[in-house]
């Protein structure tokens, strides 16, 4: 991956329109539709306050939610949350490419900013497309007839090649934002500074830890040091060397579909040899009470939710042990930090992380809020990614179209 691309450092952008995509797709209250306020909210008002600062006339573009979907919501509301973080007013205004939307982008004076409407309320938004298909629609031919500049801020959503994070680029001279800027620095700085890697894989999307894994052993480069297993990954292997469970936690596995994954979690142990570690002991949920098991003894009483002490012991020392030129790459929490009794193993590994020497990223969508329940903070660590689907995307070896496009100014 070249850094080649030009940043908010490479133009002037006083008096210019500019328009921005950021991603601000946030959770959502399933009751209220409230939005909870957020890391990439607040990661993004940055750009904009430095754009309006510098006397831009800025457009905002973002999605909240997939058409159809319960979180699909109209983004008055994160223009609520953006004007307090900016610390200016956000004006927004429910239209994207008719005359309302027209008439507020004309209207703009330097340093002002506009919010428009959920990109994805437009069919045509989310084909995947070439910028020169996606220029040809309404969203791309309309807006750019109004703006200078185009910045590309998110990367969380570079994975996609929708209207709105491409097609700009067909039109418009195109630059990274900050938060851009940031995620490909971390990225190359782990990927092609760093000559050997420690992956810690927990959580509960164990095809993405596995995906990532195989691709970063077939590119044989930055070696893998060590894969420190946990979460549903760490129960997959030791499924995989003929270990029992427990009922209660292979009906889980069964019903995800987990099981199917046992072929490709077998072939991974036989190439990571002794490069991999499993849990030697789990905790499980035993009539509401943290019950610890040694592997010798499973199968466990009740679901495996954490992986135990002795396991986090391990692990732990082999992070501590890491030296400034590693890099650790963690995909996950250990166990079900949701919950008190089962916080212990992520809170013991991610401590370890804030103290290591080496490079580490964490990432995922709602990696920041297991950072805060274990008392850490985003800045104890070397760099929290705010992409979820978008850097397992990355780190899987997939092009990313969204940063595709930046290489082309
Ligand atoms: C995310 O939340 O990961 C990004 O906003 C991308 O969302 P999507 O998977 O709906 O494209």
């Given at each position: 991956m070249s850094l080649s691309f030009r940043t908010l450092d490479d133009v002037d952008v006083s008096g210019k329109t500019v328009i921005v995509r950021v991603d601000l797709n946030s959770p959502v209250d399933p009751e209220t539709k409230k939005i909870q306020d957020n890391e990439r909210i607040q990661a993004h008002a940055?750009?904009?306050?430095?754009?309006?600062?510098?006397?831009?006339?800025?457009?905002?573009?973002?999605?909240?939610?997939?058409?159809?979907?319960?979180?699909?919501?109209?983004?008055?509301?994160?223009?609520?949350?953006?004007?307090?973080?900016?610390g200016k007013p956000v004006k927004y205004v429910p239209d994207l490419v008719g005359e309302e939307a027209e008439r507020a982008i004309k209207g703009?004076?330097?340093?002002?900013?506009?919010?428009?409407?959920?990109?994805?309320?437009?069919?045509?938004?989310?084909?995947?497309?070439?910028?020169e298909e996606h220029a040809k629609g309404a969203l791309v031919s309309k807006l750019s007839k109004l703006a200078d500049l185009f910045v590309l801020d998110a990367f969380s959503v570079a994975h996609r090649s929708h209207a709105s994070i491409v097609g700009f680029a067909a039109a418009l001279p195109v630059v990274a934002g900050r938060v851009m800027e940031r995620e490909l620095r971390a990225l190359s700085e782990l990927l092609e500074k760093r000559e050997r890697i420690i992956l810690f894989m927990g959580g509960n999307k164990p095809e993405d830890c596995i995906k990532v894994a195989e691709t970063i052993l077939a590119r044989g480069r930055p070696e893998i040091k060590t894969l420190l297993s946990a979460g549903i990954l760490g129960q997959l292997f030791l499924l995989a060397e003929g270990r029992d469970l427990g009922e209660p936690s292979m009906e889980y596995i069964r019903k995800k579909g987990f099981d199917k994954l046992l072929d490709r979690v077998k072939d991974l142990a036989e190439k990571l040899g002794e490069k991999l570690q499993k849990p030697v002991d789990v905790a499980c949920d035993a009539d509401g009470k943290r019950l610890e098991?040694?592997?010798?003894?499973?199968?466990?009483?009740?679901?495996?939710?954490?992986?135990?002490?002795?396991?986090?012991?391990?692990?732990?020392?082999?992070?501590?042990s890491a030296s400034e030129d590693d890099a650790i790459i963690v995909k996950g929490p250990a166990g079900a930090y949701e919950h008190e009794r089962f916080r212990r193993g992520t809170a013991?590994?991610?401590?370890?992380?804030?103290?290591?020497?080496?490079?580490?990223?964490?990432?995922?969508?709602?990696?920041?809020?297991?950072?805060?329940?274990?008392?850490?903070?985003?800045?104890?660590f070397s760099y929290v990614s705010l992409a979820g689907g978008a850097l397992i995307h990355f780190l899987s070896g997939k092009k990313m179209p969204g940063v595709e496009i930046l290489k082309r100014s």
């Open positions: 940055k750009t904009l306050r430095e754009l309006s600062d510098r006397g831009a006339k800025v457009v905002v573009l973002a999605h909240q939610g997939r058409k159809g979907g319960a979180d699909f919501l109209p983004l008055k509301q994160h223009a609520e949350l953006l004007s307090r973080h900016v703009l004076k330097s340093g002002e900013i506009l919010l428009l409407e959920n990109v994805r309320t437009l069919d045509e938004e989310t084909k995947e497309a070439s910028p098991v040694s592997v010798s003894n499973l199968p466990a009483p009740g679901p495996i939710m954490d992986i135990g002490g002795e396991t986090a012991k391990t692990y732990t020392r082999i992070i501590r013991e590994i991610y401590r370890a992380l804030a103290e290591s020497k080496a490079f580490t990223l964490i990432g995922g969508g709602d990696s920041s809020t297991a950072i805060r329940l274990v008392g850490l903070r985003v800045e104890d």
